[in-house]
């Protein structure tokens, strides 16, 4: 099945379920015979999508680039430029797999961490959306998505969060959180 216009989705918020709902949207999508990639920036934990995905064959495929590290935050410069050029990795992957057409629906995960941290620049990710092929959906997935690229959106959707289980000190739990 070819998307005869593909358009641009942001899941944006400080709320959790920003992956889960274009792990969603991805799991609709693949139900109706598209194909569908998630490149994941930031994470490198093993997560609950990825066994999923894992079950779902060649229809629904997550790509990682980076070697599992601390927190961005807790890295040292060194550390920081080798996460930089991984991401540039995924993001070179992400621009070939959208121009080839081997995927139908490209969900870029967390990519606004990417942003925010310096990793990737605004100017790259609105050039991937200008330069999007017709029929490719895109999902890009993270908090503080910048005003650039929700001008570019079609879809623009902001989780907020109203009340959170850590507030009662409940930490994330597996198969729920990840």
Not at 64 to 79: I, P, S, V
């Amino acid at each position: 099945m070819i998307l005869i216009k593909g358009l641009v989705h942001i899941y944006t918020g400080n709320g959790k379920g920003k992956t889960t709902a274009a792990l969603g949207q991805g799991f609709r999508s693949a139900g109706r015979g598209l194909k569908v990639y998630m490149v994941q920036f930031l994470k490198t934990s093993e997560t609950g999508e990825l066994f999923s995905c894992e079950k779902l064959g060649e229809c629904f495929k997550i790509f990682r680039f980076e070697k599992k590290r601390d927190f961005f935050w807790n890295l040292n410069e060194a550390e920081k430029r080798e996460l930089k050029e991984e991401i540039a990795l995924a993001f070179e992957f992400a621009k070939n797999s959208m121009k080839s057409g081997q995927c139908d629906l490209l969900i870029l995960d967390e990519i606004m961490g990417a942003l925010h941290n310096k990793l990737i620049t605004e100017s790259e990710v609105c050039e991937l959306i200008r330069n999007k092929p017709a029929g490719i959906e895109l999902i890009l997935t993270g908090r503080n998505a910048p005003q650039s690229l929700i001008d570019l959106a079609d879809y623009v959707s902001e989780i907020i969060p109203v009340k959170h289980p850590m507030e009662k000190g409940i930490g994330a739990r597996e198969g729920i959180e990840y």
